[in-house]
């Protein structure tokens, strides 16, 4: 169970955890991220900002700047430097900011990675 939430008595008999999508990807980054130091995120308005969506809220905050790093606009390069980091031992989280996006790093995804 994410260290963010609270679970609830499932009519089930379990426990059940009630979160919304951006509440349940925003947990598991802060779980993969508290759990592994290799871990990192990446992309534009990370940070600060909490993402576009606000799926990031906290983590700037929790983790500093080494860990959460703002990207300037430029998916196939970011999405390049997140290739770096795995073949080095990290394990980068890259955030496209939305799926329309992910065309501009296609040489980095289907030829590269």
């Keep these: 169970m994410s260290t963010l ?3 609830v008595a499932s009519p089930a008999g379990g426990e059940v ?3 919304t ?3 349940a990807i925003n947990a598991a980054l802060y779980d993969a991220m508290a759990q592994d130091p290799r871990v990192l995120l990446m992309g534009e308005d990370v940070g600060a900002d909490g993402g576009v969506f606000k799926t990031n ?3 700037l ?11 300037p606009i430029c998916e196939n390069g970011f999405t390049n430097v997140a290739l770096g980091m795995s073949l080095v031992g990290l ?3 890259v955030e ?3 799926a329309d996006f992910m065309p501009t790093a296609g040489d980095a995804i289907v030829n590269q990675l």
């Design 91 to 93: 394990r980068p989280i």
């Design 17 to 19: 955890t009630e979160m």
């Design 96 to 98: 496209f900011m939305f």
């Design 21 to 23: 999508y951006r509440e």
């Design 57 to 59: 809220i906290g983590l």
């Design 5 to 7: 939430t609270d679970a």
């Design 61 to 71: 905050e929790a983790f500093g700047e080494e860990r959460v790093r703002r990207t």
